[in-house]
């Protein structure tokens, strides 16, 4: 049976009827009222809900967070922008830095001080490994659902959205951040008792957008956020944490964008080197009056040489000081054995001390788009040891401009720019070079130094004598698998003084010089 109530209060005051089956709504102004146990708005709410991405959430086992006493100046930095009562000029604040850098240890921190100072928050950890929270379906949801819990006046008005249709949650992120957040904060902000109540703006923490399922997802998020902005009167602040991949860069320089946001860069301007010793020492320190063995540790270890080495490792980055001190302070293993480990002086055993690292990276290299000429320009910076991406386009026969193009999906631990090329991780040409943890993406010195010495005879041939230095092909020469190309190369190579640029007595040196190298060369060649 069907009931359709002619005035506003006929189903209330309906006797002596049966109803079965359907689901009844009645409403009542601003207020909406279910009969019969149908399921209401904020529980079909709630079932969308990605709890495990919540920054308190117990699904998060031990997420990283500052270290005491580090990170002071960027955490200051952010509270301060959090808390600008008067003037406020921006309302979304991006923080980025390389892959490891500390940005989810960084808005962690940032959620715990925030709710510890009872201000209303809401959060959402992207984890890429993580079903539950590695897209974009639960993200209005999540964040709606603890917008309703840090401000209660707001659960009947989501909960009214989600009635008038119920299918919400199927629509675009733009949309339901517009129907689950930024209209019931308006309306929150029309009700006369509640007009005053919102002393400062509803702070919402992102973490790991480049973790969403998606490149235009993550940029439409960026979008969708900017445009939720354009309302300068509403009472609400995001804090975005993502490393700098080129299209959240490209996202973010919008002017629709710039106009409302603050950028935080994680680089060496806040020190990170002075953290990164502050917490190595606070970990060997604990580790010498914790751990089973501490009995077997020397007063002295570890050695400040040892020490030094691991935070120029660091490239301060969090993440590889953090890998080794879970390494090292295993509960089951002697400590100074296990950083002996990780200075590759003594063999590792059944676990691996960059696991976790190694994943990092093979993810990484997983999604550039020409890997190929990424992985020649990378072998050529590591083996030619140069940084210029001038010479290394002229040396490679790359266009102006393809190192740049080629390393743009690596921008997480490699910085290009115009002239130079920068590892953000020192520890990465490690990775590269060791078959074992690289895999796929190893670089294979000796064919590589052969296929470099090729490139310098054919540049020598070609008439470029701006990238055949002398010294360049000793090198390459020298540590060069004998490939039949190369044996060409050296079996056709006749010096002349043409091929040289300086005086007379410098190119008769230089000659002699690479006869000599070629002789040697030959023999361990042919011979």
């Not at 006493?69 to 509270?79: D, F, H, S």
């Not at 490891?100 to 201000?119: H, N, P, V, Y």
């Not at 959402?124 to 401000?151: E, G, H, I, K, W």
């Not at 470029?464 to 230095?469: A, E, G, I, P």
Request: proline share 5%; charged share 20%.
């Amino acid at each position: 049976m069907e009931y359709i109530p002619q005035t506003q209060n006929a189903m209330l005051s309906l006797s002596n009827a049966v109803i079965s089956g359907g689901t009844f709504t009645q409403h009542n102004g601003p207020s909406i009222v279910n009969i019969n146990g149908a399921t209401g708005g904020f529980e079909l709410l709630r079932k969308e809900v990605a709890t495990a991405a919540f920054h308190n959430s117990a699904q998060r086992l031990d997420p990283p967070k500052c270290h005491p006493n580090t990170r002071e100046a960027v955490l200051q930095k952010i509270m301060a922008w959090i808390q600008t009562s008067e003037d406020r000029e921006t309302w979304l604040m991006w923080l980025h830095g390389a892959a490891g850098a500390g940005k989810s240890a960084i808005a962690q921190s940032i959620a715990e001080i925030c709710a510890k100072s009872k201000l209303a928050i809401a959060s959402f950890f992207f984890f890429r490994t993580d079903p539950t929270r590695n897209s974009v379906r639960p993200l209005a949801a999540t964040l709606a659902y603890q917008l309703a819990l840090s401000l209660p006046v707001a659960r009947d008005i989501i909960g009214q959205a989600v009635e008038r249709d119920p299918l919400v949650f199927g629509l675009s992120f733009a949309s339901q951040l517009e129907s689950l957040i930024v209209e019931p904060l308006r309306q929150i902000g029309r009700l006369p008792h509640c007009s005053t109540s919102i002393t400062s703006p509803f702070l919402i923490i992102i973490d790991g957008l480049d973790e969403c399922d998606g490149r235009d997802v993550q940029t439409n998020i960026v979008h969708a956020i900017s445009e939720a902005l354009r309302d300068a009167d509403l009472p609400i602040l995001f804090l975005v944490a993502s490393r700098p991949e080129q299209h959240l860069s490209m996202a973010f320089n919008l002017r629709k964008v710039t106009d409302i946001l603050t950028r935080l860069a994680l680089d060496d301007k806040y020190l990170p080197d002075e953290d990164i010793r502050l917490f190595l020492n606070d970990k060997f320190a604990e580790i010498k009056i914790s751990h089973p063995f501490m009995h077997l540790i020397d007063s002295s270890w570890p050695a400040e040489d040892i020490l030094y080495s691991l935070i120029e490792k660091s490239s301060g980055q969090f993440i590889y000081a953090s890998v080794v001190m879970k390494f090292v302070s295993s509960p089951r293993h002697h400590p100074a054995q296990r950083l002996e480990v990780i200075q590759g002086i003594r063999p590792p055993r059944l676990d691996t001390p960059f696991a976790q690292l190694d994943a990092l990276y093979v993810h990484i290299f997983s999604c550039v788009e020409d890997i190929q000429t990424a992985s020649l320009v990378l072998s050529y910076s590591i083996l030619g040891s140069t940084n210029q991406v001038d010479h290394i386009d002229e040396f490679l026969s790359l266009a102006k401009g393809d190192v740049e193009i080629a390393l743009a999906d690596l921008a997480s631990v490699v910085a290009t720019d115009s002239s130079r090329l920068k590892f953000l991780h020192a520890s990465l040409p490690d990775f590269l070079l060791d078959p074992a943890r690289s895999q796929e993406y190893y670089i294979d010195p000796p064919r590589r130094h052969a296929d470099f010495a090729h490139r310098w005879f054919e540049h020598l041939k070609a008439g470029n004598y701006k990238v055949t230095h002398i010294l360049a092909i000793t090198w390459h020469l020298q540590a060069a698998a004998p490939t039949n190309e190369l044996q060409l190369d050296l079996m056709r190579f006749v010096p002349r003084a043409e091929y040289f640029s300086g005086d007379s007595e410098g190119i008769n040196e230089m000659s002699e010089f690479l006869s000599s190298v070629k002789a040697l060369v030959r023999i361990r060649f042919i011979d």
